[in-house]
């Protein structure tokens, strides 16, 4: 099955740039998300790239998507104390609505 | 818009008792809701999915005699940890999908801690 792989941690310092990556086996995934948790709310969206897309870019946010390497990465601009949060990527094909996570990146800004 | 709550948000029950967790979709219709657990420093799995109306589908190596779900109208579902132990306390968090096409389908509750003692 489809196996999505993501690094557990990342530290950054605050105002410097996040960059978040996540590595998937499956070509056939036709949607990519990124989703944000954070303590006590719900899986935020916070952006989506198709497959047949290699980057996009949302205010502080860029999505870099490399098929060839199966690769995904979400980078985060002037990262502030408030991006605090666990972030995880997910796939989702085109034959159903579900979703295959990863197992999330916590996001840790030093001061 | 697009708001799904759970509750409870937290719950602490003895072994052996069940526990039912309740799913809404606060501002749209779900036509199909989605019950994952997750683990720590793990990603979210699957657990079933349903649709309004329908048995729900259940991925495999889940108990859908333990985990029992109802999906009884369109914006509700339930998840009910019968005769839960403690290898049972998780979170578990539901989504719920509108039905639409477009890519932001899922929307997430906030998730419910379960703690069997």
């Known amino acids: 099955g489809e196996d999505v792989e993501q690094s557990l941690f990342l530290s950054v310092r605050e105002g410097d740039s996040s960059v978040i990556n996540c590595t998937y086996t499956?070509?056939?995934?036709?949607?990519l998300y990124w989703y944000k948790q954070e303590p006590g709310a719900g899986l935020q969206l916070l952006t989506y790239?198709?497959?047949n897309m290699d980057m996009k870019q949302d205010q502080r946010l860029t999505v870099l998507l490399n098929k060839k390497d199966k690769h995904l990465s979400l980078r985060i601009a002037d990262t502030q104390t408030g991006d605090s949060a666990i972030y995880f990527c997910?796939?989702?094909?085109?034959?159903?609505?579900?979703?295959?996570w990863g197992a999330g990146t916590k996001l840790i800004i030093k001061p | 818009g697009a708001v799904v709550s759970q509750h409870p948000s937290r719950v602490i029950c003895k072994s052996g008792t069940s526990v039912k967790i309740e799913c809404r979709s606060l501002?749209?219709?779900?036509?199909?809701m989605f019950w994952y657990r997750q683990f720590p420093k793990q990603s979210l799995m699957l657990m079933a999915t349903?649709?309004?109306?329908?048995?729900?589908?259940?991925e495999q190596g889940v108990e859908k005699d333990k985990f029992l779900i109802n999906h009884a109208s369109l914006t509700l579902s339930t998840l009910t940890v019968t005769s839960a132990h403690p290898e049972d306390s998780s979170f578990y968090i539901c989504?719920?999908?509108?039905?639409?096409?477009?890519?932001?389908?899922?929307?997430f509750g906030p998730g419910t801690r379960l703690t069997v003692t």
């Open positions: 499956d070509s056939s995934s036709t949607y």
């Open positions: 501002d749209f219709q779900a036509t199909t």
């Open positions: 989504s719920a999908r509108t039905g639409g096409g477009d890519p932001y389908e899922q929307y």
């Open positions: 349903s649709n309004e109306g329908s048995k729900a589908t259940y």
């Open positions: 997910a796939l989702r094909g085109d034959s159903n609505y579900q979703l295959i």
């Open positions: 790239i198709f497959s």
